[in-house]
């Protein structure tokens, strides 16, 4: 089955600053790879996903990257806000199988004003 | 209400207790989920049901008992339960189990506590 390697565990940066967090993945039928963001107490939410047919995706502050040759993703945060602080799980889907998303161990960002 | 809810938020047992965690979604989807978030854990898949069928069991202890009655309602039965089962239990609905329309909606879990 599918195996998601997330990093760091742990990221800590200032306001203003841009944040990355690393995926990848083990299985190259893969085809679709979601990011959940999970603020303390709270659900996980969709916050942005990307298609193996496509390289790069943005929407305002955040984006994401899909190296497909080499199993990759990346979630990418440009100028950080207190607000933004929350725990991120990044998760990839097979197209055959059972289409379930395994899920990343998740990655506590923390921004500092 | 609108999305997908759960009772009850908290909920705090014995090991020799029968409890039942409830989900509800109000999104017209088809597929539903049980999850378990530990501590330092990836999200655990324990249960996916599709059009009330279950499709998936991932190896959970029959001391989760989890039922479906219709689409839009999905029930996890607990009884004789140990410590480490103490954890964030999620439920999550999606339009599709598979195809483009498989985004996933969590509720807000129920924070479960073995004594």
């Known amino acids: 089955g599918e195996n998601v390697e997330q990093h760091p565990s742990t990221l800590s940066v200032q306001e203003g600053d841009s944040a990355v967090i690393k995926c990848t993945y083990s299985?190259?039928?893969?085809?679709?790879f979601p990011w959940y963001k999970q603020e303390l107490g709270k659900r996980p939410q969709l916050i942005i996903d990307?298609?193996?047919?496509?390289g790069e995706k943005k929407d305002q502050r955040i984006a994401v990257t899909l190296n497909k040759t080499a199993k990759h993703f990346s979630l990418h945060i440009t100028e950080t806000q207190p607000e933004d602080s929350a725990v991120y799980f990044c998760?990839?889907?097979?197209?055959?199988?059972?289409?379930?998303?395994?899920f990343g161990r998740g990655t506590s960002l923390i921004v500092h004003p | 209400e609108t999305g997908v809810t759960q009772t009850p938020r908290h909920l705090v047992m014995g090991m020799t207790n029968k409890k039942s965690l409830k989900c509800e979604q109000h999104?017209?989807?088809?597929?539903m989920y049980w999850y378990k978030q530990s501590a330092k854990k990836p999200l655990e898949l324990m249960f996916v049901?599709?059009?009330?069928?279950?499709?998936e069991n991932n190896s959970v202890p029959s001391r989760f008992s989890p039922e479906c009655p219709n689409s839009s309602h999905l029930f996890l039965h607990l009884h004789t339960l140990q410590p480490e089962d103490s954890a964030l239990y999620l439920c999550?609905?999606?339009?599709?189990?598979?195809?483009?329309?498989?985004?996933?909606?969590f509720g807000p879990g129920t924070r479960l506590t073995v004594l």
């Open positions: 999550a609905s999606s339009q599709q189990l598979a195809g483009t329309d498989n985004e996933q909606f």
């Open positions: 299985d190259s039928a893969s085809n679709y």
């Open positions: 990307i298609r193996s047919n496509v």
């Open positions: 998760a990839a889907r097979e197209s055959g199988g059972s289409y379930i998303p395994t």
């Open positions: 999104l017209g989807h088809n597929a």
């Open positions: 049901y599709n059009f009330k069928e279950q499709t």
